[in-house]
């Protein structure tokens, strides 16, 4: 992949469905090994439930999303808005709801650059931190937030049932954004 072939851009409703295959795609990959394969399989019957929830989440406002393209074909996605966890300082607190990439651009340079419009969304809209959830056992991704200078929280720790496969997220935070690079 060129480094000129990629855009990120803002995504709009009319991106819903290239969103919703992204995410699906990337969790099949992603998760391989994880959350069972039966449950990764089925995945793409829940594009037609994907694609709608996408579309008003991005009509509605609630989450901003930055879309990768190459050759005009979105190969992954960003999502920030509001932290969703309890007792979150309204208004200072952000989230990384969700950050897929189509596995044939790992390792790329597109994820660092999709990354990168994310915090610069979390700036824009004067979030002064932000934290994400991820798999405890996702190594990949959480070498990828220690690398980016995110800190897994300790205690912070929770259960949930995919698949039948009981599993574990973390929780990580950012530094002050107002710090990061780039801003």
């Known amino acids: 992949m060129s480094s000129n072939s990629l855009i990120?851009?803002?995504?709009?409703?009319?991106?819903?469905?290239?969103?919703?295959s992204?995410?699906?795609?990337?969790?099949?990959q992603a998760y391989s090994g994880l959350i069972p394969d039966q449950y990764l399989g089925a995945l793409q019957s829940s594009l037609s439930?994907?694609?709608?929830?996408?579309?008003?989440?991005?009509?509605?406002?609630?989450?901003?999303?930055?879309?990768?393209c190459v050759n005009e074909q979105v190969i992954g996605f960003i999502a920030i808005g509001a932290c969703r966890d309890e007792g979150a300082s309204a208004g200072e607190m952000g989230e990384v709801t969700a950050f897929y990439l189509l596995p044939r651009y790992w390792r790329t340079g597109a994820g660092r650059a999709l990354w990168t419009a994310g915090l610069r969304s979390l700036v824009e809209h004067r979030y002064r931190q932000a934290i994400l959830?991820?798999?405890?056992?996702?190594?990949?991704?959480?070498?990828f937030y220690d690398q980016a200078g995110w800190?897994?929280?300790?205690?912070?720790?929770r259960s949930?049932?995919?698949?039948?496969a009981s599993l574990r997220e973390i929780r990580y935070r950012s530094p002050m954004l107002s710090s990061m690079p780039g801003r």
């Not at 439930?49 to 990768?68: H, Q, V």
């Not at 949930?160 to 039948?164: A, N, P, Q, S, V």
């Open 133 to 143: 959830w991820v798999l405890s056992e996702n190594t990949r991704a959480r070498r």
């Open 160 to 164: 949930l049932l995919i698949g039948g």
């Open 22 to 28: 992204v995410q699906v795609l990337s969790w099949q």
């Open 8 to 20: 990120v851009r803002p995504a709009t409703s009319a991106d819903a469905s290239a969103i919703a």
């Open 49 to 68: 439930r994907r694609e709608p929830f996408w579309c008003d989440a991005i009509a509605a406002g609630r989450t901003y999303l930055s879309l990768a």
């Open 151 to 157: 800190s897994p929280e300790p205690d912070s720790e």
